[in-house]
């Protein structure tokens, strides 16, 4: 699959940007203020706007915290590139992950199935740090339009449903190669789902990476291009 990098000048204070997170990042308080005493610019450091450098690439601030210059996937192309656009990278990582993607133009099934199974609060809590697997709308219209019907419709399902959403959702922030170097990652659904290949070219139990490495407020999210199935048991 392509690496297509989507490059976005972060020009918004990322106040919320605890990534699932409240991104307070790793440190006490007192060595914040001494660091931020002695920070250089965002232009120095790459940061994201809010004078902290929080990707982990270099081995400052949280593993797992991405930055719209980490963006990546053949999709990428996509997401809407006006900063203004809460649908852009930049929007999206001003916002808590459900927010986030109820705003980008790809995950409007997902957005109505997480709402279906009553999970926005959870997914929005500003101190929880999450990875989310987040399937295009194309990849639930591969499902059986009977299926995906009841998923979406039936309160009888609603178990069903949220089985297989909170099986997209890892309870820490992971990048694109973190995930790699994992193999596997327990979900909050209690399963594990396999990994393979690495760095950008990481497929998520089979599925495809479509726009990786989005970080939102507190969580970094994969756009992938198949719904991840829970293993029967």
């Known amino acids: 699959m392509g690496n297509t990098r989507v490059k976005t000048v972060v020009t ?9 997170l409240s991104a307070c990042g790793g440190a006490e308080n007192g060595d914040q203020n001494e660091r931020n005493q002695s920070a250089p610019s965002q232009s120095q450091q790459g940061g994201d706007g809010s004078g902290q450098d929080r990707s982990g690439r270099d081995g400052m601030s949280e593993p797992g915290v991405t930055t719209v210059d980490d963006i990546y996937g053949p999709a990428a192309s996509k997401v809407p590139t006006d900063p203004g656009d ?3 990278a930049q929007g999206m990582a001003d916002d808590p992950v459900a927010t986030a993607a109820s705003n980008n133009p790809l995950l409007t099934n997902l957005t109505k199935a997480v709402k279906t199974a009553g999970l926005v609060d959870t997914l929005n809590k500003p101190d929880a740090e999450y ?5 295009t709308d194309s990849a639930f219209e591969k499902l059986d339009p009977a299926t995906l019907d009841a998923l979406l419709n039936d309160p009888a399902k609603k178990e069903q449903l949220t089985g297989i959403l909170t099986y997209h959702v890892v309870p820490e922030r992971m990048s694109a190669e973190q995930l790699g170097n994992a193999g596997e990652v327990e979900t909050v659904n209690g399963e594990t789902v396999p990994i393979s290949g690495n760095g950008e070219n990481v497929e998520i139990d089979g599925a495809n990476v479509q726009v990786g490495n989005v970080p939102t407020a507190n969580a970094t999210v994969f756009v992938i291009d198949e719904v ?6």
């Open 228 to 233: 991840l199935m829970p293993p029967k048991r």
């Open 86 to 88: 809460e649908g852009s």
């Open 12 to 20: 918004g204070a990322v106040a919320s940007m605890a990534l699932l």
């Open 131 to 135: 990875t989310v697997f987040a399937p």
